[in-house]
């Protein structure tokens, strides 16, 4: 695992606190192209063994300097780097992406890393105040009190089948919870196991290289889903990062909340991003927004949770404009191979609940077999769609819905019918600002990032980027799961009333 060279044969091995431990039972990967491997089944115990370690290194690396820290993600984010290649043969091969986006997600990944350095290295990642002691104050003298966050403990972080650097191994909750102190016990994602091992290899390194404790840092390979009910419902474990689906992101919220103590769950669980299309905007380059959204509708299969799957647009010739020109583009794209196999199968389930409902059309309609995923569309009205809850429910893959409404008056009540998402977007020109006006405020409160003529696919890891929203787009609307103010999810305030600063944390 040096990275001298593209070739890379995993071990199927779990990483526990530095050692690299094999297991009795074994799942086979199921890569897009290219060789199977075995890999070691995650086990309960495994998981006891990595959180009792994590515990073990949470108080020495609780009391690290932000510079240590620091040191420490720019030491992962070059270690990663080293085995490039590696990582794109592999990555490619296990998901069916191609180079080019594995490419730039490692990149996304090391620059994310290096931000959350720069970032902690300025103290801005704290909200630190202080009250000065007034012991003449009357009636009651004040004490002198500063607050300032701590690192709460181990964390768990689920890999994400989608994104199998950027939200797994070394992705954004890995590197949030490192950057606040906090040690990490990482659930490998089973679409994309060697991938997770070649980071987890490359984390390893970065830990010996700064002389931190080994348990900082575990990967576990999945295999059994009985590996992540283990993980978040040990007593060490203090909160969790999750990116996937609804269903089983509920399902691992209820077990942190059924635990005698309850931990934080920090869930991303995806939405339909939906996209109105105003008139005048609509009137002048509709044909230009339609092809847009198919462009979006349709990238990496439509497998990211910021997919709009939905676009809003007014009846009438400008709308008629518009989808005929987002069909077009549509049929231009072929079938792609997506992540798994159980994916591609979920992507035609989802198809088939538009299929025979008497108010619905399909505009697009493809068959597809095994792991390829071609474009789907489908149109209703407004009112049929705020009768159906079904037609709100995300389907991951390249399928969009277009609701068609009598007026701007029937678009912000749709607005208002939504439930929480990731992102809400408004085309509009000059004319549609009164409209836009009244928009706003509606999706403020439904989404955790509001775009205007632009598409969402695309998340840029920044101080200002909210990557998450109200239930059920995520299980916490006060957090994001993207961004340097991601880190804040991993650390409490605590009040010191009259400590010497000698004994105050850095």
Known sequence: MDGTTADFTPTGKHLIAGDWMAGDARFMSEPAHGEVHPFAVGTPDLVDRACRAAEDAF???????????????????????????????????????????????????IGQLRLFASHIRKGDYLDRRYDPALPDRKPLPRPDMVMIQRPIGPIAVFGASNFPLAFSTAGGDTAAALAAGCP??????????????????????????????PGVFSFIQGGKRDVGQALVQHPLIKAVGFTGSLAGGRALFDLCAQRPEPIPFFGELGSVNPMFVLPAACA??????????????????????????????????????FVAATIAALKDVGAQVMLTDGIAAAY???GSRFDGRNAVRPLLRNADQGRQASPNLFETDAASYLQDQAL?????????????VADAAEMEVLAKGFEGQLTAT???????????????????????????????????????????GPYPASTNFGATSVGTLSIRRFLRPVCYQNVPKALLPQ
């Open 59 to 109: 108080w020495a690396y609780s009391q690290t300097t932000a510079e240590q820290r620091a040191a420490f993600l720019e030491a992962i984010a070059d270690e990663i780097e080293a085995r490039g290649d590696q990582i794109t043969v592999i990555g490619s091969s296990e998901t069916g992406l191609p180079a080019a986006r594995l490419d730039g997600e490692r990149g996304r990944t």
């Open 184 to 213: 990490v016990v990482v659930k490998g994602h089973s679409a994309h196991p060697g991938t997770g091992e070649i980071v987890a290899a490359a984390i390893d390194a970065a830990i010996r290289s700064c002389d931190l404790h």
């Open 284 to 321: 002048a380059r509709g044909a230009a927004i339609g092809a847009g959204w198919a462009g979006s509708l349709t990238m990496g299969a439509g497998q990211f949770c910021t997919n709009p799957g939905i676009a809003v647009v007014a009846e009438g010739t400008a709308g008629d404009a």
């Open 348 to 350: 035609r389930d989802g």
């Open 392 to 404: 709100g429910e995300e389907v991951f893959g390249p399928l969009g819905l277009v609701v068609r």
């Open 426 to 468: 408004i085309h509009m020109d000059d004319g549609d600002t009164d409209t836009a006006r009244r928009l706003v405020p509606v999706l403020e409160r439904k989404a955790g990032r509001v775009l205007v003529n632009g598409f969402p696919t695309g998340v840029e890891v920044s101080d200002t980027m909210v990557h998450g």
